[in-house]
């Protein structure tokens, strides 16, 4: 299928959040960023930025975007980069295809996910490599973690368990996922999160965030993942927040510490 046609197909979904990338950095820190293109199997080239440590990096981490038009500037944002420099990480930002600057491919967008860790891994190779996802992006990624990939540790939050029980919020959308699924049945089960979950390959630790007011992927979801995961999981949550804005809520510092927390948990030695 022709990048055009993938366009077309995706439009139910994410026509709105399809558009040209706009980079809410002011000159001077988005001269801090390198960038970096990467060809994905889903068919997309992605491009991305990524953020050196400040000093000798204890580890390397990729940030998958929420659904919305700012894409990777989600994290640009709101200060993403400065938090985990401060853990001592060298910080890799990218755009889904057929988001921000990143051009189309198919549905397969844990494939973009498995690019940028294998490229991440490229430039750092001594270093463990985390992932922090959120919504779309963190979802996506427990499709990643059953592949080949190159993840150590992993932040996902405010994550739908299926794409169904997201999408049948919005009527249009949902019947066009219910078609796509009748289409291809093989591949719908592949990309059914919750039974994925109890694949993981590779990730040592993981550490999911969710909001008791999120009306879209609510705690129980985080709790039907935890009890899936074949990995050491934790479930954290907030009590007011809305669906993937935690760090846009009054619980940003107490969200900031408890990412904090959980890397230096990890990177510290063990036995």
């Not at 294998?118 to 990643?144: E, R």
Request: hydrophobic share 40%; with cysteine.
């Amino acid at each position: 299928m022709k990048p055009i046609l993938f366009k077309l197909a995706k439009t139910p979904f994410f026509g709105r959040f399809m558009v040209r990338w706009e980079n809410p950095l002011p000159a001077d820190e988005l001269n801090q960023w390198n960038s970096f293109s990467v060809k994905s199997n889903s068919g997309g080239l992605i491009k991305g930025l990524w953020l050196p440590a400040r000093s000798e990096a204890a580890g390397s981490i990729v940030l998958g975007h929420p659904m919305g038009k700012e894409a990777k500037g989600y994290f640009l944002k709101h200060g993403y980069g400065q938090l985990y420099q401060e853990c001592g990480l060298n910080v890799f930002v990218f755009d889904f295809n057929g988001f921000g600057e990143s051009t189309h491919g198919n549905f397969s967008y844990f494939e973009d996910i498995l690019a940028v860790g294998h490229f991440a891994v490229q430039q750092f190779p001594s270093v463990p490599l985390f992932y922090h996802g959120i919504s779309m992006g963190g979802q996506w990624s427990t499709i990643t973690f059953t592949q080949n990939h190159a993840y150590d540790y992993a932040m996902l939050e405010s994550i739908p368990t299926t794409l169904d029980e997201f999408w049948i919020r919005f009527p249009l959308p949902y019947r066009f996922l219910k078609l796509l699924y009748l289409m291809m049945p093989r591949y719908s089960k592949k990309v059914r999160m919750i039974d994925r979950i109890s694949e993981l390959k590779r990730i040592k630790s993981l550490l999911l965030i969710y909001s008791e007011n999120d009306v879209y992927t609510p705690v129980s979801m985080g709790a039907r993942f935890k009890a899936k995961s074949n990995v050491l999981t934790e479930l954290w949550t907030v009590d007011d927040a809305d669906h993937a804005k935690i760090i846009k809520s009054k619980h940003r510092k107490e969200y900031e510490n408890k990412l904090k927390d959980f890397i230096s948990n990890c990177l510290k030695p063990k036995g």
